[in-house]
């Protein structure tokens, strides 16, 4: 459906549910800005975490001397660290995204919506780019709560458009990010030119990278029998073919071979996978689903 037509994204409810909620990095990264999210690195913020002996090189100013006062060793105080996550989200918002009801882009905008909400609150920082092969649009990074209807009024306002070239564009926005940090890129990964060499960019940059695979019920099940004259949604390509029992069978054999693909290379490069049929309730794939992006 266009744009403008989108049903409000999120119940009263369910931002209670969001709230609740955090992301998860399994790297640690280092920003500019001290951040409010614990680290498992130990540091030298403001809050006492243990203590360990003191060794060649620590800092004299750490010792606590009324611990050396009593044991007569020298033991240096250990802090809870902080860091300051920048969470990447990347929509690809080809023309292929436009495909069912609800098409795919716009559960890609409500899945953006949600995890930025969730950084959001976090006090994160949130940005988002569109993946697509004309032009690049974006909401460049920014923190806090009060920042949410800003980034809700520019994904309600996406639009699918032009073709796919994911491993250019992911790879763009390798070199152009400033730094690393949380990369969920949401996508039907649709491209014959595939997504590897573009996500292989991000990785190189240290992203963390998740990735959420958007697929149509149609795509996955397709109901259709006859004659049918096909046009491809980006390239125009006009194809004639007969659907029956056989092609149907082919069909799904090629999809299996595709979401394998695509399942083993995320694995291989430890990328958090998950996909999504557009039909799942939203609110449950984001609550239950997304284990390892986010958690309670």
Request: aromatic fraction near 10%; proline fraction near 4%; hydrophobic fraction near 40%.
């Amino acid at each position: 459906m266009p744009a403008t037509e989108r049903p409000t994204l999120f119940s009263p409810e369910f931002l209670a549910q969001l709230e609740r909620l955090s992301l998860a990095s399994r790297r640690v990264f280092r920003g500019r800005v001290r951040g409010e999210r614990r680290s498992l690195r130990r540091g030298h913020s403001v809050e006492f975490c243990d203590y360990r002996p003191y060794g060649i090189g620590d800092d004299l100013r750490y010792v606590d001397w009324n611990v050396f006062g009593r044991l007569d060793r020298l033991h240096v105080k250990l802090f809870l660290d902080e860091e300051d996550l920048c969470v990447h989200l990347l929509i690809d918002a080809s023309r292929s995204m436009s495909f069912g009801s609800p098409s795919k882009l716009d559960y890609a905008v409500r899945l953006a919506a949600a995890l930025g909400f969730v950084g959001l609150v976090s006090l994160e920082r949130v940005g988002v780019s569109v993946l697509r092969d004309k032009g690049a649009e974006g909401w460049p990074p920014a923190r806090g709560r009060n920042q949410f209807s800003s980034l809700v009024q520019f994904l309600v306002g996406l639009k699918s458009d032009g073709g796919t070239r994911l491993n250019d564009a992911l790879g763009t926005y390798a070199l152009r990010a400033r730094e690393p940090g949380l990369a969920v890129v949401m996508s039907d990964l649709l491209d014959p030119d595939g997504f590897e060499n573009g996500v292989r960019a991000l990785l190189e940059r240290r992203f963390d990278v998740h990735v959420i695979h958007l697929l149509d019920p149609e795509e996955v099940n397709p109901e259709i029998d006859g004659d049918f004259r096909l046009i491809d949604s980006e390239t125009g390509e006009l194809r004639e073919i007969t659907v029956d029992a056989e092609a149907v069978r082919r069909y799904r054999e090629r999809l299996h071979q595709f979401l394998t693909r695509v399942e083993t290379f995320c694995r291989s490069h430890e990328l958090g996978y998950h996909r999504v049929i557009t039909d799942t309730p939203f609110e449950e794939f984001v609550v239950s689903q997304l284990k390892g992006l986010v958690y309670a």
